[in-house]
């Protein structure tokens, strides 16, 4: 976390922004000198080094080539083998992803499928119900237009009772 935090603040002084105390590194985990140092100003170097006697073949200095030094025989069935059984590995990984995926997925559609065909029978149920709606006014309208044709018809014989 320090590593991220220093970083962070890296970044935001190259933006020219003021580093906040939440994202900077407190003095106490920044890296300390080693106390017993002749100069206060100066880092001991904290890398093991290791002084190689006659004959001892242990530690190798990697600052300078040695061109007759061989390099070990690379064992290459056996880094094949690791690779194969890694990428096995990551698609038997990949495998069950896109399995618990189709899982959801098919989930997914019966829940989506299931509320349509519940939206399509509320649907279906307020259609009928407005065609019933529709009916019942259309035979109220036929009604309505007998009963004024009966009423207009008894006025005419009434005007021509009083006609005669």
């Known amino acids: 976390m320090a590593i991220v935090n220093e970083k962070l603040a890296e970044k935001s002084a190259a933006r020219g922004i003021p580093s906040t105390p939440a994202f900077t590194p407190s003095s106490s985990k920044l890296p300390q000198k080693i106390r017993g140092a002749d100069d206060v100003n100066q880092d001991i170097d ?3 080094q290791a002084e190689q006697g006659p004959g001892d073949e242990t530690a190798i200095s990697l600052d300078k080539s040695d061109p007759k030094r061989d390099l070990a025989p690379m064992n290459w069935s056996g880094f094949e083998q690791r690779y194969a059984e890694a990428i096995k590995e990551l698609n038997d990984n990949e495998d069950e992803l896109i399995d618990h995926f189709n ?3 098919e989930a997914f559609t019966i829940w989506a499928d299931s509320s349509a065909e519940r939206d399509n029978g509320r649907a279906l149920k307020r259609l009928k119900t407005r065609e019933r709606y529709v009916q019942i006014q259309e035979k109220s ?7 004024y044709t009966k009423v207009v018809e008894a006025f005419k ?3 021509q009772l009083f006609g005669e």
Do not use: P, T, V
Not at 141 to 147: I, N, R, S
């Open 46 to 48: 904290m890398a093991l």
């Open 103 to 105: 899982h959801l997925s």
């Open 141 to 147: 309208l036929e009604d309505k237009k007998l009963h």
């Open 157 to 159: 014989q009434a005007l």
